[in-house]
């Protein structure tokens, strides 16, 4: 007997679908006992997360599966207490706009999140404590380094001090950077960060324009280049051919950045790497072993 039914596109009359076996079928490694994973944030339309940890679950042949929670900043404290009382939620990716605010809502901060003061992984441990972490900005440093474009030794232009950026800034510089400049419309956010960054690292920090002149990278840590009609984060006349160009952002086509900086002969990089990057510290934060295309993978997570 047919237990679920759908509507018919052409009568719009309720008629039966396939019967629970069938519908089984469709996803077997869905059971009773799956470990569930989220994605939280808004929007989530170019979201890849759920999509790269069910395929290493399947691959790894974990009861597990990642699923995305749409979940508005005026509803994120309802979600909480709602995701409180799922015995089987083991952890979530968090994405923008709730990296900052999710601090309140965690019982233990790692290393990562009290130094950046943001998170994007939250680790839901047996006894029911939930610990955050950020990976953003080492993730972005090691896909860089995939890329041929580590920031070691060079100077970088950072726009956007948000929990990204902040993240970035901390590793960039931990990286190697000669010099990093910090730029935000938040000036005081921004001159914060630079001076944590200064006193955490020892790299010469500070804050400045958006103006990528002189500038050996450039890294747009802002969301501008998500929607169609954004301002671009710097004025691309200004971009030293050669000089190096990373938007985290991660979508399908490039951004107008992007397309302007490969215009100028600048050396281009999308939000993929970083993205692939974090994915590698976060889910190895979370127990899993993830080496996207046999590349080089950290050791260990930072503490």
Known sequence: MPLVRHVSEQSGKTAPSANLEDNAAMDPHITGTTRLYGLVGDPLTAAKSPQLLNQL???QHVDAA???????????HAFVIGARAMGNLSGMLVTMPHKQRMLEFVDELDATARQVGAINVIRCQADGRWVG?????VGCVLGMQWEGNHPANKSVLLVGSGGAGSAIAFAVASAGASRLTISDIDERRAADLAAAVAAETGCDVRLGPPDPQGFEVVINATPLGMKVGDAIPVDPERLAPGAIVVDIINASEPTPLRRAAHARGCRTEDGGPMHR???VHALKFLGFDYRPDGRSTPDHNPR
């Open 57 to 59: 679950f399947a691959e």
């Open 66 to 76: 990642c699923v995305p929670f749409w979940v508005q900043a005026e509803n994120l």
């Open 133 to 137: 972490a950020i990976f953003d900005g």
């Open 277 to 279: 990057g974090q994915a």
